[in-house]
């Protein structure tokens, strides 16, 4: 029998451009719509621009709840959507990173920048630590995601990482099948750590 774990809050990393791809904006509203579709509540940072705005944008007109957490200083900016079902204004992106996982269950990256990767790889360290055990996935539309997982693999090659921990990241290009994927999903039980220290 295979274990799924109940969804509620999906936290949605993704970028504050759309990117030159029409495929990115297309992306981005096939995966709100499945999120709205299934009755997950999106929580994700707040704004209405780029993906992120085109994500919520969509979420909302499919009847569903988007919820935005925000800094101070873009919410300053006027960078806040203006019809999320709930918002919340935090201090700096640290705290705002802290919310947004409380809320989430489990979480999607999509395209974008700095930002994203960030977020992407602090979700994934989190549960490579096991501070917690929430499945992270990448939506890899247009192949986006393909020179992070070549890192990966390098890592992996490096001995810097454990297959394991570069397995538990789901990448797909299909936003049912990845949700699909992150409620099937099993933290690994391994620890980082790869063998003992070289002799000196
Ligand atoms: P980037 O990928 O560099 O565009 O950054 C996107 C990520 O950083 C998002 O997941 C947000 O959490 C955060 N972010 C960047 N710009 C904004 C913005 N204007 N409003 C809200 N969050 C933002």
């Not at 969804?7 to 981005?28: D, M, Q, T, W």
């Not at 780029?50 to 499919?62: I, K, Y």
């Not at 099937?184 to 980082?192: I, L, Y």
């Amino acid at each position: 029998m295979i274990n799924t774990r109940a969804l509620r809050s999906i936290a949605v990393f993704s970028g504050s451009n759309h990117g030159f791809n029409p495929a990115y904006v297309e992306g981005a509203r096939a995966l709100g719509r499945e999120i709205a579709r299934r009755g997950l509540r999106l929580v994700y940072g707040g704004t209405d621009k780029g993906l992120m705005g085109v994500m919520a944008d969509t979420v909302l007109a499919e009847g569903g709840e988007a919820v935005g957490i925000i800094t101070g200083l873009l919410f300053e900016l006027g960078h806040l959507h203006p019809q999320l079902t709930h918002h919340e204004v935090t201090q700096d992106m640290r705290s705002r990173k802290t919310r947004m996982s409380e809320y989430a269950d489990a979480f999607i990256a999509l395209p974008g920048g700095l930002g994203t990767f960030e977020e992407l790889f602090e979700a994934a360290t989190l549960t490579q630590l096991g501070e917690h055990h929430k499945g992270v996935a990448c939506l890899n539309i247009a192949g986006f995601f393909e020179p992070v997982r070549s890192l990966l693999d390098h890592a992996v090659k490096e001995g810097f990482m454990k297959t394991e921990h570069r397995d538990m990241l789901i990448f797909d290009t299909d936003p049912a099948a990845l949700i699909d994927a992150l409620e099937r999903w099993q933290a690994p039980t391994v620890t980082k750590w790869i063998g003992s220290a070289p002799a000196v």
